[in-house]
């Protein structure tokens, strides 16, 4: 793996491998005993566990579905579109293999259960899901249910930040303290405080393995080796000793984990000069990560030469946003024709009685992109977007427009495909196995793919003009 991890994260990644494995395998049973091979991942917020999923997703090349069980939507909800099981049902069969992520297990408390109904259903769905017996089949995924038992990774994740802080005391009266010399004694005794808990149903935790995976946040020592690490990675100061051990203190005592990290980075990039942001940029879009050894912009060129290397820069940058732009234009018109041939396929006023899982999800669509409109313009908000970034997206290219009416279009094109990228995971969700919606699944996912590609390189060219003009 490139991407550095702590060893709590390291040894969790280890043990998260092995249920891949034995998943992808499909071990079901020795001697009529069925593998209990549903990780459950504990760790306080911010520490890695759906990074570590998503990243064993990628490593296996499997598809991921991602599930907050809090906003687990019951049968019977109004708002039918959004009903878990069956986005679980079309994740399923629109896949030969996959993840699925449940995540926030430890949401659903004993307290909660007998509040409400709702509360109680979403009970009952998590556990059938999770024994994927054969209540599914009356629950919706009618003829999956093998598919999904073969075929398909389950993990669940859960914070359990009380349970962390109740065994950080517990540490702290016995004299355990949050360093290397103690890892693994942190990590047995977070499980075991998981284990004594009694607020999440017992009957839930035991359709989990019993070994559970726990990932520990940074220690102070963790902190202070990324802090070194990422300031050398921008060719910035090294930190005097007490002041690096200052700041990684104040990382721990956070309690955000990874995230503190994160924001740290983003400080240290606000510190760096426009010169050395560009620099930063070009050497990794090219491959190369800056070394001491690497001088910064200031270094190897006069004022003028500079100025020569940021025209060029900026050139190639327009270059390749120009041609994002072009092949995202191209997409969209190809995905509106896609689309508005499902839309018109069942007549102009979409007759429900003909209506597939498939259009229906298209009007779905709509109401999330533009809720303020008319419901009856719903069904045909997605393809009048595609419509404008295919039309938009040629004319924004065209060298007769003036620089201000390019950055006018570049934004809104931005803002358009920003919306629609974020909702293509609940098309392909929908997209079944005709011909015609396997031609929609390719083209939106290239869709998404050319998008990415846009604002990438809009996001080069506004790091060498804060206005984000164009040229």
């Known amino acids: 793996m490139t991407t550095q991890l702590t060893p709590s994260q390291e040894r969790a990644y280890g043990k998260l491998d092995f249920f891949f494995h034995l998943g992808l395998n499909g071990i079901k049973a020795v001697e009529g005993i069925s593998p209990r091979t549903i990780p459950l991942i504990a760790g306080p917020s911010g520490s890695g566990k759906t990074f570590l999923v998503g990243t064993l997703a990628r490593k296996y090349n499997l598809p991921f579905f991602s599930i907050n069980i809090p906003n687990w939507i019951v049968r019977g909800a109004k708002n039918d579109s959004q009903i878990t099981l069956e986005q679980l049902r079309d994740f399923i069969s629109s896949n030969e293999k996959g993840v699925i992520f449940l995540d926030e297990v430890n949401k659903l408390m004993n307290s909660h259960l007998g509040q409400s109904a709702w509360t109680a259903d979403i009970f009952t769905e998590c556990i059938a899901f999770l024994d994927q017996d054969e209540r599914l089949e009356a629950m919706g995924l009618s003829g999956l249910l093998e598919k999904l038992r073969q075929n398909f990774i389950i993990v669940g994740a859960a914070a359990f930040q009380d349970e962390w802080q109740q065994s950080q005391k517990q540490n702290s009266s016995i004299g355990f303290v949050a360093s290397e010399q103690f890892p693994q004694d942190q990590e047995s005794s977070f499980a075991l405080t998981i284990q004594k808990q009694n607020t999440i149903p017992e009957e839930l935790l035991f359709r989990f393995n019993d070994n559970l995976i726990v990932i520990l946040p940074p220690t102070q020592e963790e902190y202070g080796r990324r802090i070194a690490s990422l300031r050398s990675s921008l060719l910035m100061p090294e930190l005097r000793e007490e002041e690096l051990s200052t700041l990684a203190a104040t990382a721990v005592s956070s309690g955000k984990a990874m995230r503190w990290l994160e924001g740290y980075l983003t ?205």
């Open 267 to 471: 400080e240290c990039l606000s510190q760096l000069s426009e010169e050395d942001l560009i620099a930063l940029a070009a050497a990794r879009n090219n491959g190369v990560v800056p070394t001491e050894n690497t001088p910064s912009s200031q270094e190897t060129a006069p004022p003028k030469r500079d100025r020569k290397q940021l025209r060029a820069l900026r050139d190639a940058s327009f270059d390749r946003f120009e041609e994002s732009l072009k092949n995202l234009s191209v997409t969209s018109r190809k995905l509106h024709l896609l689309l508005e041939g499902v839309l018109y396929g069942y007549g102009a006023e979409l007759n429900l009685s003909k209506r597939t899982p498939l259009s229906e999800c298209i009007t779905s669509i709509g109401e999330c992109i533009a809720p303020e409109e008319s419901c009856e313009h719903y069904a045909f908000i997605l393809v009048r977007g595609l419509n404008y970034l295919a039309d938009k997206g040629l004319r924004a290219t065209s060298p007769v427009i003036s620089s201000v009416e390019r950055g006018k279009l570049g934004k809104e094109i931005e803002r358009i495909s920003t919306k629609i990228s974020s909702v293509i995971p609940h098309l392909l969700a929908h997209c079944g196995e005709s011909a015609e919606e396997r031609a929609i699944r390719e083209v939106a996912l290239e869709f998404v793919v050319h998008t990415e590609g846009v604002h990438r390189h809009l996001q080069d060219i506004r790091a060498m003009d804060a206005e984000g003009g164009f040229r």
